[in-house]
């Protein structure tokens, strides 16, 4: 069973930096994708950044690409995603994910099978 734990969330001004980790266990974390995905109440989850198994293939959304980097330790199970130059609107709940199947890569929500409960990430103005 695969479980997923984000950390890193908190309260923030316009401006500021985090890094999200999400720890993984349960699966064969090294040959799996993974993503990152946020959600705002009221509106569906989205895609924020992903990265391949290898770690050496990315993917960002729009809305964060320059200011948003993902990454991964495949020696500690863990991923990672800086935040720089926060804006109010990056305010919303970050879930980490893991794909269905192993070596895949993907920005698509339905091709993740597994989700962590979520870490808050609040920007002020």
Known sequence: QVQLVESGGGLVQAGDSLRLSCSASGRAFSLYGMGWFRQVPGKEREFVAAIAWTGDTVSYARSVKGRFTISRD?????LYLQM?????????VYYCAVTRNSFDFSA???D???WGLGTHVTVNS
């Open 112 to 114: 993740y099978d597994a």
């Open 108 to 110: 698509r929500r339905d």
């Open 74 to 78: 495949n020696a500690k199970n863990t």
């Open 84 to 92: 720089n130059s926060l804006k109010t609107e990056d305010t919303a």
